[in-house]
């Protein structure tokens, strides 16, 4: 792995520090459980600052406000040094078009800062490291389940331990996982919600994953649709060479559990890498962050993804 390096490493958070939270996607699925989850993040010191889009009128039920005011905001939150990280309150669809309207030139690609979100946000996530270099972080979101519950919610307190203490997370661990492909890979953790990975295929926001550890996990695909994706990413040019390994998380509400395992093992088991399947990083679950971006040893005999650099910079 001789010149592989983390990307640039946002500081990790403090107790005070003020917080972007904002839809890039589809709205809030309510406003009980935004204020929920807003009421979690400032149990643990953080001062979220709601941006428009989360309570934003809509075009189609299932954007929140229009492309212009999710670019606006999202590019706000990025920009202005005031906020620490950046807080997703939702996925569902629409970074794609929240994207196309993106002028990553207004950014400052050397101050990093945290960006937080999963499912849909896989887009922006893959954005951030292709435009800027910066690590980011695939978990959960404001307004969904795993964060709006509470801060006893174990999603919420796995966030928050690599948030505040990021030299505390050196490991992630993933009991109940299975190696469909023994060994051992190094490699930069890439990745997320597979038909959005897909989605970004010939876009200048998409990232082949040579010398990288690649994540995939997906939700409510019938098994020919993921097989229909699974191939396209075997036939997407240059995607899938040179890459070190594959992690599978969930694929909640994907058809019939044993005609899932034997087609990831079928469209994966023949790369001649590790591939270790039924981690608990995605939808549905009681969910890990993921980091994308950061030097990583998969062990898939173990069931184990060690970080070889600090996830995220002290602050």
Partial sequence: MTGLRT????????????????????????????????????????????????R???LYDYLAGTDAE?????????????????????????????????????????????????????????????????????????????????????????????????????????????????????GLTLGGTATLIAANFGTDTSFPVRDAILFLEDVDELPFRLDRIFTQFRRAKDYLDGVRGIILGTFSECGDPEQLDQLLAERFGDLGVPVLAGVNIGHNCQMQTYPVGVRARLDADAGTLTFLDQVLAQG
Avoid at 31 to 44: F, I, K, T, Y
Avoid at 110 to 127: F, I, N, W
Avoid at 160 to 177: D, N, Q
């Fill in 7 to 54: 990307l640039l490493r946002p500081p990790a958070l403090k107790p005070g520090d003020s917080v972007a939270v904002l839809c890039a996607s589809s709205p809030v699925p309510g406003q009980p459980q935004l204020e929920s989850g807003l009421r979690a993040m400032e149990s643990v010191g953080l001062k979220p600052d709601v941006f428009a889009t989360t």
């Fill in 70 to 186: 999710r670019a606006a905001d999202l590019t706000r939150a990025l920009t202005d040094p005031k906020y620490a990280a950046v807080f997703l309150a939702c996925g569902g669809y629409g970074m794609q078009r929240t994207l196309e309207l993106m002028d990553w030139s207004r950014i400052n690609a050397a101050a990093p800062k945290v960006v937080v979100g999963y499912s849909d946000v896989t887009a922006l996530l893959e954005a951030i490291a292709v435009k800027l270099g910066w690590v980011s972080l695939f978990g959960p979101m404001v307004a969904c389940s795993g964060f709006w519950q509470g801060p006893d919610e174990y999603d919420f307190k796995e966030l928050m331990k690599l948030l505040y203490a990021p030299s505390a997370v050196s490991r992630l661990t993933f009991p109940g996982s299975r190696a469909l492909v023994s060994g051992v890979a190094e």
């Fill in 56 to 58: 934003a009128d809509r």
